[in-house]
């Protein structure tokens, strides 16, 4: 099963304070989600033995090949469609695919017959994206009549508001967000107990409770259906459902996270998603032409291994970071970001922009470290004001994110803009560990230049193409140079090397080492500008 649509229901909102309600509809999906696996297979008659993988708002089952289960399959993926269009009209949608397959095939007995399972799935998948609905279906969908004329201020859609302006599924997604922060258990019933319950397919309703009212629910209720527990393996009851979910949080709102910030008040979105995922699950295990490693079994255990990465290490590593000195700020401190959706392989986070550099490259290493160096993973980071619609902030890093993705080997990032884009080794190792460095050795042994000097050089260096701009810039360089006297030599030493490398770098011809500078000096004006600059 396959849901289409899940990063635009999370983040086409427009409205302010949008950092709960972006929370509560990603924890909401990832309930979903596994409420449709638990749906189906006591549809089934089948136990969680049968579940493979999900993550990423989709999944993978081991189903007996009968008439019944695929009359099932198909009216389970109808009705849920169906519901799907009631509540959200065509933002959201399920696609179930399925391959027959005998053991042979799973044991890959005939070499390349247990990765032909897999692209068949997706192929039927694939097909069912492209054609969603039927005639009949559209028609409905053209006939319908929208009760008011206003639009939802969170989701632009058009219905009955109330008065803040506000859909009924946006309006109860508010309320859940509240009760996101403070409750860990979430029971699923076959009736509406709460005004902050959520609809779920199937007649079903999601609230959350606290541990002791969950226990009572679950002894006494004929309303409780099942219940789901957050990253907690063990609550009391051996029928509850762990669910790992990445919600490691510094700050509830935008606002908190900017001011959290170094430097310039700004706040930073990261997307990003590990490489070449698919040709490691295609072709991951195989031994040259030695395909026998290619089993059920270590595709299952891989999957699970990086959706407990991405959902649950994701907040152990994000703390423990905070005790360390962080690469970007140079210090140790808090980690000023909050995780907005983790799961399957990718992330998207927000924060403080310079957390945000900070929290990529400690993601980077522990997946590099987790994976045994196997794994990569790429990115784009932008950098934005707190009170910038986060449905254009989304969009944009998702361009950025496609810049790395289109570095051969990937295995990168992009900072603020496309310019910005280099393959991890080149960011960490030049602009970080060189250039970014000689800027902050240059600024602890000499004083006197404030950031109308280091933007000066910026504006040169980005028209360096032009030969008056290099005389400027040597002109400038060589004017500014420190009095031995008053200065000391050390600061004389410093500027020298700074000024030099400057002009070398300005001069490149292949222009990597000017461009790697201009990342560098846009990372430290950022980090030492004020609000006033």
Same mark, same amino acid.
């Given at each position: ?249 510094? =700050?509830? %709102?935008?606002? !908190? +996270?900017?001011?959290? @910030?170094?430097? *310039? ?128 902030? =989304?969009? %944009?890093?998702? !361009? +950025?994110?496609?810049? @790395?993705?289109? *570095? ?126």
């Amino acid at each position: 099963m396959d849901i289409s649509g899940i990063q635009s229901f999370i983040y086409t909102i427009a409205v302010d304070k949008a950092l709960k309600q972006l929370r509560s509809r990603s924890i909401y999906l990832e309930i979903l989600m596994e409420h449709l696996i638990d749906e189906l297979l006591e549809m089934l008659h089948l136990t969680r033995a049968n579940l493979i993988y999900s993550g990423g708002g989709h999944c993978y089952m081991i189903l007996p090949n009968t008439a019944q289960a695929k009359s099932a399959l198909a009216e389970f993926e109808k009705e849920s469609n169906t519901w799907f269009r009631r509540l959200f009209d065509v933002s959201l949608y399920i696609g179930i695919g399925y391959a027959e397959c005998s053991y042979a095939s799973l044991k890959n007995a005939v070499p390349g017959s247990y990765a032909e399972i897999f692209s068949n799935v997706s192929r039927m998948i694939s097909g069912k994206k492209l054609h969603r609905y039927s005639a009949e279906e559209i028609l409905q969908l053209n006939s319908r009549k929208h009760h008011g004329e206003r639009e939802c201020r969170v989701c632009r859609s058009t219905g009955i508001l109330n008065d803040d302006g506000r859909c009924p599924v946006c309006a109860a997604l508010e309320r859940f967000a509240a009760d996101v922060m403070n409750y860990n258990v979430f029971i699923v019933t076959s009736k509406k107990i709460s005004d902050n319950a959520l609809a779920l397919p199937f007649g079903r309703y999601l609230t959350a409770r606290s541990d002791n009212a969950a226990r009572a629910m679950m002894d006494s209720s004929p309303d409780y259906v099942r219940t789901y527990v957050k990253n907690n393996l063990h609550m009391g009851k051996s029928v509850a459902q762990n669910l790992w979910i990445g919600d490691y949080s510094y =700050a509830k %709102e935008f606002e !908190e +996270l900017g001011n959290a @910030s170094q430097g *310039v008040r700004k706040i930073a979105v990261l997307r990003a998603d590990v490489d070449n995922l698919g040709n490691t699950f295609v072709n991951g295990f195989k031994r040259g032409q030695d395909s026998r490693y290619e089993t059920l079994t270590r595709s299952a255990v891989l999957s699970r291994q990086l959706s407990l990465f991405f959902k649950g290490y994701i907040n152990t590593i994000l703390r423990e970071a905070s005790l360390k000195e962080m690469s970007i700020s140079g210090k140790s401190a808090p980690m000023a970001v909050t995780i907005v959706y983790s799961g399957g392989d990718d992330v998207f986070l927000v924060g403080a922009w310079n957390s945000v550099l900070d929290a990529f490259i400690v993601l980077k290493d522990a997946l590099k470290k987790f994976s045994q160096g196997t794994l990569t993973l790429s990115g784009g980071i932008g950098i934005y004001d707190h009170s910038f619609p986060i449905n254009v902030m =989304a969009e %944009e890093v998702a !361009e +950025l994110e496609d810049c @790395s993705k289109s *570095v051969d080997g990937k295995n990168a990032i992009t900072c603020f803009s496309a310019e910005n884009c280099y393959s991890w080794d080149i960011f960490t190792g030049k602009v970080l560990s060189e250039k970014l460095a000689l800027l902050r050795g240059f600024a602890d042994c000499t004083s006197g230049y404030g950031n109308s000097f280091l933007y000066n050089i910026l504006e040169l260096l980005r028209n360096s193409s032009e030969k008056i701009n290099l005389a400027r810039l040597a002109y400038l360089l060589s004017r500014l140079e420190p009095n031995e006297r008053t200065a000391g030599a050390e600061a004389v030493k410093r500027y020298s090397e700074f000024a030099k490398n400057v002009y070398t770098w300005a001069q490149s011809e292949s222009d990597s080492d000017r461009r790697q500078f201009i990342s560098a000096l846009l990372i430290f004006v950022y980090l030492n500008r004020c609000e006033v600059d």
